[in-house]
């Protein structure tokens, strides 16, 4: 039996992944969140891997510190080893009854070491620290230690928020450096832009001539953002395509294996398992592969182990090869309901000039009018996600949510100049992952619908399928 692409654990949620890799194997530690209730403290489960596409299942890797411990919650952090062998996790220790004068649960960075290959962890209470002067005691969080070679010292980033100026601006990516590992000296932030509330889960790397400062931030929009300098110093630079992914995909790290990148985060659940429902935190752990353009930029597509690992075809036959509506819509659907099972579908587009609007229907009923969709707008320069029949709000006939015409938190820029684009795209249960022209992703959930046909449709415009193809594993 095929274990599930996108990785959960029996009756929990995965948080945020914190990957490391040795000898060909990425380990991937992430926040184990059980949801029930009295919190029984949050621990860091873990899952390994050779290829990200199959998994190990090695349970709880560091138990929440007990009821009254400073790390009853253990959050994000990282894991490196050093030039003796030693293996050493940094991570963000919580207990909801230590406050601060505010009466707010205040956090920690701790510090755990391994002698027996991350098998068990010795904890180090005595070497953990809050803030310094000037940084509020409750964010202080996720610490990210990696090893500045040119100036022979650990660095460490984690996120802070100054205590004083505009409260939704006054998120920082502090640092602090060590020689040891073991004794930290604050010094100026990394990276404080007076722009977010807070800059969560911060890693940095190099891969060639560029660094790249990644963290996942709530303010302007939830979602994991990258940035790019020539050096450590900065200045950092936002690309035009500064977003990993979207609203689904949140809290993304990662990490080389075999010299390919590949970034961990979890696609989001929705209250109530149902497509109208609020985004949760946590969720099925989904990992991308990101592609090192030319200009330094990033691409992001999927595992290549783990397309090769869809290997039996499924036809699908759609009717009309070509469609033209230069001022309508139409649409065409496949003779057959796409798998029940994990299914990986690849399409090719051939899209006319001028064309406004064209793209994907999923779960499509006979006729298409009810389906999810991938819509490509190229005169907006964008990929959407939308469904019909959209939210109703009444039993009046107008009474539908017409005015949001897409999941507005799902929309991702592209380039769509005229010509032929491929559509990439893995569905497993309420899970799916698109990837248009193996740069840019987009992860969602579909709940309501878990069946039905695929097809493709134009609005004002013109486009060919030059090829379908979907297979399952």
């Not at 090769?308 to 699908?316: C, Q, Y």
């Not at 139409?330 to 299914?343: F, K, L, M, Y």
């Not at 064309?355 to 009923?365: A, F, I």
Request: aromatic residues 14%.
């Amino acid at each position: 039996m095929n274990t599930p692409v996108f990785y959960r654990p029996k009756n929990a949620y995965v948080g945020d992944a914190i990957p490391f890799v040795e000898n060909g194997t990425a380990y991937l530690f992430f926040l184990l969140d059980e949801r029930t209730e009295p919190k029984p403290g949050m621990p860091w489960a873990l899952v390994t891997t050779k290829d990200y596409a199959h998994y190990e299942d090695h349970g709880v890797a560091l138990a929440s510190g007990g009821e009254d411990a400073k790390d009853f919650n253990c959050y994000t952090g990282s894991v490196l080893k050093d030039a003796d062998g030693r293996h050493h996790l940094f991570y963000t220790g919580n207990n909801p009854k230590t406050t601060d004068e505010s009466g707010r649960s205040i956090q920690l960075v701790m510090h755990a070491t391994s002698d027996d290959g991350m098998r068990t962890w010795d904890r180090h209470d005595e070497l953990s620290f809050g803030p310094c002067e000037g940084y509020e005691a409750y964010d202080w969080r996720d610490p990210f230690v990696f090893r500045d070679e040119e100036k022979g010292i650990w660095r460490m980033l984690f996120a802070a928020r100054a205590d004083h100026g505009a409260d939704r601006r006054r998120g920082v990516t502090m640092q602090y450096v060590s020689e040891d590992l073991y004794h930290w000296t604050p010094t100026d932030p990394f990276w404080a832009p007076n722009r977010f509330v807070a800059m969560e889960c911060p890693e940095v790397f190099q891969w060639g001539d560029w660094w790249y400062f990644v963290y996942s931030e709530f303010t302007d929009a939830f979602t994991t953002k990258y940035r790019m300098a020539k050096s450590l110093e900065g200045p950092w630079i936002a690309p035009d395509k500064d977003t990993i992914d979207g609203r689904a995909f949140y809290a993304a790290k990662s990490a080389f294996l075999n010299g390919k990148r590949y970034f961990t985060g979890w696609i989001s659940t929705k209250k109530g398992e149902v497509d109208d429902g609020e985004w949760q935190w946590a969720g099925t752990m989904s990992t991308l592969e990101a592609v090192q353009n030319e200009d330094g930029t990033l691409g992001f597509r999927f595992p290549e182990a783990l397309v090769g690992d869809f290997v039996n075809p499924v036809e699908l036959d759609i009717p009309e090869a070509s469609l033209s509506a230069p001022d309508s819509y139409v649409c065409s659907v496949s003779n057959q309901d796409a798998p029940h099972e994990s299914t990986y579908i690849k399409a090719t587009l051939d899209i006319a000039p001028g064309t406004h609007e064209c793209g994907l229907l999923l779960r499509s009923s006979e006729d298409g009018d009810s389906s999810y969709a991938i819509r490509l707008e190229p005169h907006r320069s964008r990929m959407v996600f939308d469904r019909w029949p959209r939210k109703t709000t009444g039993g009046e006939q107008w009474q539908i949510s017409g005015d949001v015409p897409f999941y507005v938190e799902l929309e991702r820029p592209c380039d769509l100049p005229a010509g032929e684009h491929t559509l990439e795209i893995i569905m497993e249960d309420s899970i799916a992952v698109v990837v248009l022209d193996g740069q840019v992703s987009l992860s969602t959930r579909m709940y309501d619908k878990l069946d039905g046909r695929v097809g493709y449709f134009v609005s004002d415009g013109a486009a060919a399928i030059v090829s379908l193809e979907a297979r399952t594993r």
